[in-house]
């Protein structure tokens, strides 16, 4: 059994243009010790899945229609309030992208990792204080100490994230959800944060769901990808397979924007068009605008998520061998 496993997920928001579906049919699993990469750019749907399993889903206007989000076989959609305010931090905890908004301002960074201690395990202000020191080392901060004093704006932005890590794993979750976690960062600051989650990850033995626009987060990080678009998930596979075959013209859109290895490749491309608002989306598929492939079955048909001979893609045209 998956440590967590979310089934056919469905999310509906209330809004001016009338009710929009932000997730549909979302299916995604990950086992303990192993890395799922979430990728897809902004607007996909991947913070809404992540926020859906944290059970922090504003509602109204959002609503869970339909589907399961399963923790260890347990149901969290029909779980209470308070039976997620337990779990929460616990057993699932989640690294945002921005430390700025995540950390009080008015409070050190250590009194705020042993609040978050205090808040699931019955131990003395002083012990949790001792322990959110240790964190802090572990999480590789210098003078861990004197670091523990200072307020979230004395400290850089890699270390600001380090203590946003610090924090998430203070009780030791079963499952860490990094959203965009390095998106603020430099590049080398970047890598250090992913070899750190990689060591948390082997010491704690936690499940990641590592939430990215970034292909290249994916290729260091993750053992298997769900790639997502308009609120579905599009292509899934061992990370490995989505990187050498992707299948999905947008897995291969994504792929093709990573910079080339080695190379003096500084310059950023992206996906010509953009994804289109919920309210828009129509019958078919809602990449058709900026596919290359689409012809008129696109058009009226959503594909299927199906395996048609390497890994799990939904578009007509890999089932009709056209790519
Ligand atoms: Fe392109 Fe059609 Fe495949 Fe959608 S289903 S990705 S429009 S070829």
Known sequence: MALLEIENLNVTFNTR????????????????????????????????TALSVMG?????PGRIAGGEIRLNGENLVTASDAR???LRGAEVAMIFQEPMTSLNPVFTVGDQIAEAIMLHQNVSADRAFKDA???LDRVGIPSPDSRARN????????MRQR????????CRPKVLIAD???????????????????????????AIIMITHDMGAISEMADRVAVMYAGRVIEEARAD???????????????????????????????????????MLGAGCAFADRCDYAQERCRREKPALVNHGHHPAACHAVEEGRI
């Open 133 to 135: 020191v240790a964190l």
């Open 151 to 158: 307020y979230p704006h004395q400290l850089s932005g890699g």
């Open 180 to 206: 965009e976690p390095t998106t603020a960062l430099d590049v080398t600051v970047q890598a250090q944060i992913f070899d750190l989650l990689n060591e948390i990850q082997r010491d704690f033995g936690a």
């Open 84 to 86: 997620m305010r337990q």
């Open 56 to 60: 922090l889903i504003p509602m109204p």
């Open 241 to 279: 397979d989505v990187l050498d075959t992707p299948q999905h013209p947008y897995a291969r859109g994504l792929i093709s924007c990573i910079p080339a290895l080695g190379k003096d490749d500084t310059e950023l491309r992206e996906i010509p068009g953009v994804v289109p608002p919920l309210h």
């Open 17 to 48: 243009h009338g009710k929009v579906t932000a997730l549909d049919s979302v299916s995604m699993h990950v086992n303990a010790g192993e890395t799922l990469g979430v990728v897809g750019e902004s607007g996909c749907g991947k913070s809404i």
């Open 163 to 170: 203590v946003m890590i610090a924090m998430a794993v203070s």
